[in-house]
């Protein structure tokens, strides 16, 4: 590749630069440094390889041509070697392209309507020889156009930050992302990663988009030091958190004050050693928008970087007079605050600063506010929004559940012959986050669902038999996530299936239940299932209270997504259990 080419594609692959200089997606990969695995998945814009100008060394084209010859020496063969150099220049760059195979890739594409996520069909009238070589690495050639196109002021934006985390005296400034839903937010935050990781060592980022998460399942509020490229969509990169608590739903909605203190707790654990990246919600009409002020005066970033389109309703500028003149949930404005400084003492107790700035409270002094013109091609509508939505967020929980299988090449093994860790009734207390669930049914809302596995300071091992059930809901530290997959009510046992190391399981010792579902494809994918599907049911009583939501679309919905895409399948899932009775019967359900 010689600069300024590019190279678009759909597909999986791992790339190694033997020699040159390329970018992807904001990341500098140069000769030397160890292969990336890059995901341009269907889900989301294609990735491009760029060649890139780099410093060449004070050699002749002949010394320059015999180093780049030894160093294609250990992958190709001779004749390989000698069309390679036919081709070869001064200041290109050479890529080694090779298939990769992964657990959480494979476990994917096993589900079905999920293999052609990565890579989609071939036309069979436009097949060539560079499609069959690209087809047998795992990718597919795209135009130009499909790639990500940064406007003008994204560059400017980027540059400044990068600029300013790097030259800075403390070189820590905290950056928060803001704007609607699907101007490309997370796009951003991932190019910005990436071009500050080809400066600094790490990067801290503080996740505050309950439905979209990043870097782990949703429903969560994390803060994560990130050391990494991400070079794809977030069910390629999930990462195991600093500090994380699980908020149980993909919304705040109908709980700001909550999620303002969890937001909270989990940012004291910030110790402004790297620069920070806060994302926020899509949601910035009525009260989202006022939620959106207070976490910027709570949170007192830096840089505030806005998003916006012709396309969307825009958001007022969120300048530091725009966010001091107006009142937000919880925070008041500059002229009802007792003290133009904005000072929250109540936050500075939570904050672990230096010694020196403990006995002071928190300053608030405002921040530089970046405009950001979006140009991106939605792919969403108002239609098929939560279709997509919901897609992303089963895909992290697959993608989760995915560490629970060996490495490849060992064959997948279906989640239900897996072996359960055994959790004893009395040495875990239970809580539903969501909804108001009878004590006599906690179990069946318990079994067969999606758990935070949590540690609250509670001492829960003074009961002898269980379960122990939490008047309301704790703010405390998640360190990860299992499914419920059969009671055992003789033995008074959970059988939880989860891929957190033992060593993080012995500090666990609260179990949440949140809105945020297990895929269906768990229950009706699985090889070797026969006969009748465990908790899986078209016969549903939806008056059934707390069991309103369902998993997939509405049949008068009907969402039409575009060719090619995913497809929600129109039906209801259920715990068959939980249906059954309003007594509570001496078996929840066995393992499923």
């Known amino acids: 590749m010689q600069p ?27 000769q030397g440094q160890p292969a990336q695995d890059i995901f341009s998945a269907y889900t989301h814009t294609s990735l491009t390889i760029n060649a890139v100008h780099y410093s060449m060394p004070e050699k002749s084209k002949k010394e320059i041509k015999r180093e780049a010859r030894a160093l294609l020496r250990t992958h190709l063969n001779l004749e390989d070697r000698s069309w390679v150099m036919e081709n070869f220049s001064p200041l290109c760059s050479i890529l080694l392209l090779e298939n990769v195979k992964s657990t959480t890739i494979s476990f994917l594409a096993s589900h079905p309507g999920l293999s052609t996520i990565f890579v989609q069909e071939k036309d069979a009238s436009q ?52 704007g609607a839903q699907d101007l490309g937010k997370s796009t951003f935050n991932r190019y910005l990663i990436n071009q500050l990781l080809n400066s600094i060592p790490c990067v801290d980022y503080l996740e505050c988009d309950l ?23 977030p069910y390629t990169h999930l990462r195991t958190p600093q500090k994380m608590v699980y908020y149980g739903k993909p919304s705040c909605k109908d709980n700001f004050e909550n999620y303002i203190d969890i937001v909270k707790y989990v940012f004291s654990a910030y110790r402004r050693e790297a620069p920070l990246i806060i994302n926020t919600m899509g ?26 389109s012709y396309k969307s309703r825009n ?33 500075a107790d939570s904050l672990e600063f230096a010694e020196e700035e403990k006995d002071s409270p928190v300053l608030f002094t405002g921040h530089k506010l970046l405009s950001v013109r979006s140009e991106f091609s939605f792919r969403k509508t108002s239609r098929n929004r939560d279709s997509y939505n919901r ?38 207390a239970l809580r539903v986050t969501h909804s108001d669930v009878a004590p006599t049914h906690i179990l069946y809302a318990i079994n067969a669902s999606w758990l935070g596995l949590c540690r609250i300071l509670d001492d829960v091992h003074g009961y002898t038999r269980g379960p122990i059930l939490l008047a309301q809901t ?28 033992p060593e993080e399981l012995r500090s666990v010792n609260c179990l949440l239940v949140g809105a945020v579902s297990i895929p269906q494809y768990v229950f009706k994918s699985q090889h070797g299932l026969e ?41 209801f899932f259920r715990k068959m259990k939980f249906l059954k009775g309003k007594e509570q019967p001496s078996q929840p359900a066995d393992d499923a």
Request: contains cysteine; proline residues 9%.
């Open 283 to 308: 949601w910035v009409s009525d009260e989202g928008l006022l939620l959106l002020i207070d976490l910027i005066r709570l949170l007192s970033p830096s840089y505030v970087v806005q998003f916006n």
């Open 211 to 233: 439905g979209q998460t990043e870097f782990t399942p949703p429903g969560c509020i994390s803060l994560l030091n990130i050391t990494e490229p991400v070079l794809g969509p």
């Open 531 to 571: 006969g009748t599907i465990p908790y899986v049911t078209t016969d549903y009583n939806f008056k059934l209270p707390g069991a309103s939501e369902k998993i997939g679309a509405r049949d008068s919905e009907k969402e039409q997504l575009p060719k090619g895409k995913l497809h929600p399948k129109s039906k």
């Open 4 to 30: 300024p080419q590019g190279f678009t594609f759909s597909g999986i692959c791992r790339m190694t630069c033997l020699y040159g200089q390329v970018e992807v997606l904001g990341f500098i990969i140069s």
């Open 127 to 178: 097949v060539t020889s560079e499609c069959l070589v690209l087809g047998s690495v795992g990718i597919k050639r795209e135009k130009r156009k499909k790639g990500l196109q940064l406007t003008e002021s994204t560059l400017a934006a980027l540059e400044e930050l990068v600029s300013v985390s790097c030259e800075d005296a403390d070189g820590c400034p905290i950056m928060l992302v803001c």
């Open 315 to 347: 958001l007022p500028a969120l300048t530091p007079d725009h966010v001091a003149d107006r009142d937000g949930l919880y925070t008041k404005s500059k002229s009802r605050a007792r003290h133009p400084g904005f000072r929250f003492p109540e936050l």
């Open 391 to 428: 897609i992303f967020r089963d895909l992290a929980v697959l993608a989760y559940l995915a560490q629970l299988l060996p490495p490849v090449p060992k064959p997948l093994s279906p989640l239900h012959g897996l072996t359960p860790y055994q959790v004893p009734f009395n040495a875990v």
């Open 474 to 501: 704790p703010i405390c530290d998640c360190v990860g996530f299992g499914i419920c997959r059969g009671i055992d009510m003789e033995k008074r046992l959970f059988h939880i299936l989860t891929p957190v190391a």
